[in-house]
């Protein structure tokens, strides 16, 4: 088996392998709640909490947190995405019950001080005034509203100024009530860990986590809308776009030749993409594609950093891309090439057992079904040609193509004509 899996009393889950090659052991606690659960009100409320969880419980203050783990010299940290927030450690094996301890304490006894959250608060407006000063980054958030306009997948994961000032310590406590539940808890262990502990460990820490309900979501119901641009002028050295639309969800077999596709499109650096704008043109300095995968739908996107003068003309070459690979599919050198690339990836990503770890607890947490290693290279191994072509047909539509852009001169009008060409 590729792990190995089973629940504690209250119905925590629990995800692990055992990798003795490893001195290592990472550990992730998994909570099913990030942006997309929050209402407008709360926006941000999953990322401000996942910054506060590490500034004390009632059993450690802050230094004493940071002490337990560095002290023995271990790693950690936290993230917040749409769908998920973890909380993980990476520490030599013989500290896995010390890592168990530190994490669950954090997550079910955080002090949640007034002036810890007011600090934080301060810290987190910082933070979206400085990704918002930072256009490669904030034309994604664009993006994510343009396409998803008016839905929870919309909002930015740190909130906006207006919502963070406004989140309460009452909020909070709420919210962890309600969504920091052992339905929506999963703990995810890879590395070198004697197995025979595990159950003891984790139900000495975890077992006083309180049942509720499991976390629910709006659903993304809506038709596509586009073609639809939303263009915002800033005084920057480059022209930041991003072209992209809606895409298959997790657990849709499509992903798969999508996968293959974004990779023969743009990427890597042997792309259709990074080839023709870049090396041929030279219109751009990052040419990249990205897929983004959630439980109810999903997103293609291609960005391009280009000179400003040259917008219109990369907009255009990216949009005659896409009709090509559409129209003829690609051939069969990219195909051998880009199944080759993505399957020497995953692989390479999971020799670390960090990544390991939260490839496991992303999927225990999110699927039903999980999907084993070999499974997921058997299923890369097994697109076609006609399935790329197929895909690339399904999504390079007119009523499928959003742009954002970040730049000093761009009409938006023009910019829609240009994608509706697809």
């Known amino acids: 088996m590729e792990w190995q899996e089973f629940k504690i009393k209250n119905g925590i889950r629990i995800i692990y392998k055992v990798l003795p090659e490893f001195h290592s052991v990472s550990t992730g606690i998994w909570i099913k709640t990030g942006s997309r659960f929050e209402t407008e009100k709360i926006s941000g409320i999953s990322h401000f909490l996942e910054h506060l969880l590490f500034k004390g419980t009632k059993k450690r203050n802050y230094r004493q947190i940071k002490e337990a783990i560095e002290g023995v010299g271990g790693t950690f940290n936290g993230f917040t995405s749409e769908e998920a927030t973890c909380y993980w450690i990476k520490i030599l094996g013989e500290y896995l019950e010390l890592s168990l301890d530190v994490l669950s304490d954090m997550i079910q006894n955080p002090l949640l001080k007034d002036k810890d959250i007011e600090k934080e608060r301060n810290v987190i407006i910082e933070e979206i005034n400085m990704y918002r000063d930072i256009p490669a980054r904030y034309v994604f958030e664009l993006f994510d509203e343009t396409l998803y306009n008016g839905h929870p997948l919309g909002q930015p994961i740190t909130g906006t100024v207006e919502s963070v000032k406004n989140i309460k310590r009452d909020d909070m406590l709420q919210y962890i009530m309600d969504f920091y539940t052992s339905e929506n808890i999963v703990v995810s262990i890879a590395g070198n860990l004697n197995e025979k502990n595990i159950d003891k460990f984790i139900s000495r820490y975890l077992i006083p986590v309180k049942s509720r309900k499991d976390n629910t979501f709006i659903l993304w119901k809506r038709k596509k809308s586009g073609p639809d641009a939303r263009v915002l002028i800033k005084d920057t050295e480059q022209t930041h776009i991003v072209i992209g639309g809606l895409a298959p969800d997790r657990f849709d077999n499509k992903r798969y030749p999508l996968a293959v596709l974004n990779t023969i499109l743009a990427g890597n650096m042997s792309s259709r993409l990074f080839n023709r704008i870049r090396e041929e043109m030279g219109l751009a300095y990052a040419i990249k594609g990205m897929i983004k995968h959630y439980q109810d739908t999903g997103a293609y996107l291609i960005y391009a950093g280009v000179s400003p003068d040259k917008t219109e003309k990369a907009t255009s070459t990216i949009i005659e891309e896409m009709k090509k690979i559409k129209e003829k599919g690609p051939n069969s050198n990219e195909m051998k090439r880009a199944k080759k690339f993505i399957v020497s990836q995953i692989l390479m990503d999971l020799e670390d057992n960090l990544e390991y770890m939260l490839w496991m607890g992303e999927q225990r947490l999110l699927r ?55």
């Open 368 to 422: 039903k079904k999980l999907i084993t290693i070999k499974e997921t290279v058997e299923r890369i191994n097994s697109v076609s040609a006609k399935d790329v072509k197929d895909i690339a047909e399904e999504l390079f539509k007119p009523d499928n193509i959003y742009l954002s852009l970040i730049g000093r001169d761009a009409d938006e009008e023009r910019m829609v004509k240009i994608i509706s060409r697809i």
